[in-house]
């Protein structure tokens, strides 16, 4: 069926069910953890570049500077999921001085409700959302027990807002799905990391403490650039901020790390606006526009 907003390079074979919640949609308490900064109100540009990690351990087998074009991403095209209120189109993507821009703006549009639905819908707002056209993941071959993914992204500000950086491959949750960030534009000093898995398509089975994990940073994440990253593992999932090891995920039956074991997923950059994330919230009482910006992207394995 032809689609007045068609999905670039996307194969047929991808389910209506495809990230039906991707990225969390839940408001639960979930458990916190806290950093503590000697100056809290410190929000000099970080000078965490990521670029120690490409070592002898690690071997970089991807890397993305946004210098010229989009060429190893897919451009998702129309509307998404979690109730979200945002359009994605090609237009709210820029790249300039070597950065990624993800413009979200109120604009009243219609376009199609998903990239595999073309059923009309109206929004209220548009912004972009970028995929990975290569797939990444550790497995038991030699050379790639462990994966090392990792971003430097400024996140955007104002409430609505809501910037993820996550992986997951079809038919989802079946295959898993790692939030390595996801954060709300109006805490601007913490973001959130969620594991999902699932043995029915479009059902996930992980939503709880033992799968969530809330950070607080103490500084302004709106502010400057910092360096967001997954170690992943057969056992164990790391998240890591500026280096620094906030949370490990490790592999139990509460969690499921072992189940993502061994699957290869894509890399997802976008920035949604309301849905589940704010749930309650009025949407009125969002932002007009706000921006999430991408230095770099780069992917190690071992």
């Not at 890397?63 to 060429?71: A, I, K, R």
């Not at 990975?132 to 955007?156: M, N, Q, T, W």
């Not at 999902?196 to 994990?213: A, C, I, M, Q, R």
């Not at 849905?275 to 780069?298: A, C, H, L, R, Y």
Request: some cysteine; hydrophobic content about 35%.
């Amino acid at each position: 069926m032809k689609r007045k907003i068609k999905l670039i390079t996307y194969t047929a074979c991808i389910l209506l069910t495809t990230c039906f919640y991707a990225c969390s949609n839940s408001n639960e308490d979930i458990e916190v953890t806290k950093i503590e900064k000697e100056d809290p109100t410190d929000d000099s540009e970080d000078t965490n570049n990521g670029e120690d990690i490409n070592n002898a351990e690690w071997n970089l087998i991807f890397e993305e500077e946004f210098d010229t074009n989009l060429d190893k991403w897919n451009i998702w095209l129309g509307g998404a999921f979690n109730n979200e209120i945002q359009l994605y189109n090609q237009e709210q993507l820029s790249l300039q001085n070597g950065l990624l821009t993800i413009n979200a703006e109120k604009r009243a549009v219609t376009g199609d409700s998903s990239p595999f639905d073309a059923t009309p819908k109206d929004f209220n707002y548009v912004s972009g959302r970028i995929e990975s056209k290569e797939k990444f993941g550790p497995s038991d071959a030699e050379g790639e027990k462990e994966y090392r993914i990792v971003s430097r992204i400024k996140l955007p500000n104002g409430n609505g807002m809501w910037p993820a950086f996550w992986t997951y491959t079809d038919p989802w949750p079946t295959k898993g799905e790692i939030d390595i960030l996801e954060a709300r534009g109006n805490q601007v000093t913490k973001f959130q990391s969620n594991i999902f898995y699932g043995t029915e398509t479009g059902v996930p089975l992980t939503n709880n403490d033992d799968t969530s994990k809330s950070h607080e940073l103490g500084v302004n994440l709106t502010s400057n650039f910092h360096v967001y990253e997954l170690i992943w593992k057969s056992n164990a999932l790391e998240i890591l901020f500026d280096g620094q090891l906030l949370h490990t995920y490790n592999a139990d039956s509460k969690n499921f790390v072992a189940e993502l074991f061994g699957n290869k997923h894509q890399i997802v950059l976008n920035l949604a606006v309301g849905g589940g994330f704010f749930e309650g919230v009025n949407p009125d009482s969002f932002i007009n526009s706000s921006t999430m910006q991408i230095d770099w992207i780069k992917v190690y394995k071992r």
